[in-house]
């Protein structure tokens, strides 16, 4: 399959489960995570109406984001993509984030979104962000528990050039559907909770290639899709 055929078969999935779960399509929205192919997949895929990327590595992604926009203003595109950081995030980074992403979901600490705020420049608008969450317990993961959620929550809102906008985890690979359920779903009750506390959190960023009816179901409205969509990554 080209990566036409694969872009359709992703939508018509995520259509699928949105439908069977009642909610809206346009709820929910698919970050093609690009990282390991080149520019050239990028632009193919955009040719094909995919306009938001996923990139794990700052240095891979801020090249590939400057070859992708550079090539895209040559031919004078009307549209440039939105790119999402999704990779482990170190402090001295945060300003090359901050100065070429729209979002970041990885934030897991105070200091790294002092960081992105003040490298953020005014005429960009505020950085997205979405704060990752340890659903599954172990100990390598990066991301916070989820009882270490709220007083993040509540420090990040105080920052300028920020928006918060929910939550995002990465669930161990080798968990049954069951578990994986129930981590998904914990996300959920957190993103509400707080909603009631009030607080206005958007965002539930899970679900990857292979578990994204899952997450749809308990509630995901951005699906992080790699595989599925530029195929297997060497
Ligand atoms: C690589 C990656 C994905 C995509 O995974 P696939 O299984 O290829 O869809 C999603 N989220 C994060 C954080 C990743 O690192």
Redesign the pocket.
């Known amino acids: 399959m080209c990566i036409e055929e694969k872009l359709i078969a992703v939508r018509k999935r995520i259509k699928k489960a949105a439908l069977s779960n009642k909610r809206n399509l346009s709820d929910i929205e698919l970050v093609a995570?690009s990282?390991r192919f080149g520019p050239e997949f990028i632009i193919r895929a955009l040719n094909h109406g995919q306009k938001i990327f996923?990139e794990?590595y700052v240095q891979e992604g801020v090249k590939k984001i400057e070859t992708v926009n550079n090539y895209l203003t040559k031919i004078r595109s009307s549209i440039l993509p939105k790119w999402h950081f999704?990779?482990p995030l170190q402090s001295n980074k945060a300003k090359l984030v901050a100065s070429h992403f729209d979002w970041v979901h990885t934030v897991d600490r105070i200091k790294i979104v002092e960081k992105l705020s003040s490298a953020r420049e005014n005429a960009k608008g505020p950085l997205n962000v979405c704060i990752q969450i340890n659903t599954s317990g172990e100990k390598t993961k990066h991301g916070i528990s989820l009882s270490e959620a709220p007083s993040l929550v509540s420090n990040i809102c105080d920052l300028p050039k920020i928006k918060l906008r929910g939550f995002m985890t990465?669930p161990s690979p080798n968990t049954t559907e069951d578990s994986l359920r129930k981590e998904y779903r914990q996300l959920l009750e957190l993103k509400n909770k707080l909603n009631t506390d009030g607080y206005f959190l958007d965002t539930l960023s899970m679900g990857?290639?292979?578990d994204l009816e899952i997450a749809i179901s308990e509630g995901s409205t951005i699906v992080?899709?790699?595989?599925?969509v530029f195929g297997e990554?060497i």
């Open positions: 995570v990282k996923g794990n999704i990779g990465l990857m290639s292979r992080r899709v790699g595989t599925a990554r």
